[in-house]
T-cell receptor, first 114, second 113 residues
Framework: NAGVTQTPKFQVLKTGQSMTLQCAQD?????MSWYRQDPGMGLRLIHY???????DQGEVPNGYNVSRSTTEDFPLRLLSAAPSQTSVYFC?????????????FGPGTRLLVL | GIQVEQSPPDLILQEGANSTLRCNFS?????LQWFHQNPWGQLINLFY???GTKQNGRLSATTVATERYSLLYISSSQTTDSGVYFC???????????????FGTGTRLQVTL
């Protein structure tokens, strides 16, 4: 299994540009999430999904859209990039089995907005 | 939402030393996990431990849910243990929001020779 994969690894955008961060998992996990990590802070939840066709907002959803058309993919769209969105973005997937839930993270996408 | 606080924020150890990292949370939880972020940024799950004690090699974790804290023990530390350790928790008693974890700000550990 490849686990959780993210593309691109690094991206530079100009203010106002839009882009999509890709996330895919091959573990058939029902739950997927997007987090951002800023210096000196923990990870903050942007959006999450509990299954195909079902998404919901996390702690910091403004400026981001998500969709979940398949179990495997969970793309994150930046509608109009702003310097405040400069961050490292992590995608995660998890499953619930026998009362255990464990999150698996992708390698991250480092985004710089000029 | 739930508040998650970790201490200490920074820790420097000599190789071979033991350490205890603490995570306090403000509400009842049904999901508590510990993660290690290595110096290259990769996040690895260490433990799923909403209550009780687990051990994995030199690492062990204990969560006392009634007192709202969790401890991560690292014994005989090695330089490869360096990085940031995060605690993450989800409030409540229901499933269905399995992805909605709240993270602490982490403990940065440096293990020196």
């Amino acid at each position: 299994n490849a686990g959780v994969t993210q593309t691109p690894k690094f991206q530079v955008l100009k203010t106002g540009q839009s882009m999509t961060l890709q996330c895919a998992q091959d573990m058939n996990h029902e739950y997927m999430s997007w987090y951002r990590q800023d210096p000196g802070m923990g990870l903050r939840l942007i959006h999450y999904s509990v299954g195909a066709g079902i998404t919901d907002q996390g702690e910091v959803p403004n400026g981001y859209n998500v969709s979940r058309s398949t179990t495997e993919d969970f793309p994150l769209r930046l509608l109009s990039a702003a310097p405040s969105q400069t961050s490292v973005y992590f995608c995660a997937s998890s499953y619930s089995s026998s009362g255990q839930e464990t999150q698996y993270f992708g390698p991250g996408t480092r985004l710089l907005v000029l | 939402g739930i508040q998650v606080e970790q201490s200490p924020p920074d820790l420097i150890l000599q190789e071979g030393a033991n350490s205890t990292l603490r995570c306090n949370f403000s509400d009842s939880v049904n999901n508590l996990q510990w993660f290690h972020q290595n110096p290259w940024g990769q996040l690895i799950n260490l433990f799923y431990i909403p209550s009780g004690t687990k051990q994995n090699g030199r690492l062990s974790a204990t969560t006392v849910a009634t007192e709202r804290y969790s401890l991560l023990y690292i014994s005989s530390s090695q330089t490869t243990d360096s990085g940031v350790y995060f605690c993450a928790a989800r409030r409540g008693f229901n499933t269905g929001t399995a992805s909605k974890l709240t993270f602490g700000t982490g403990t940065r550990l440096q293990v020196t020779l």
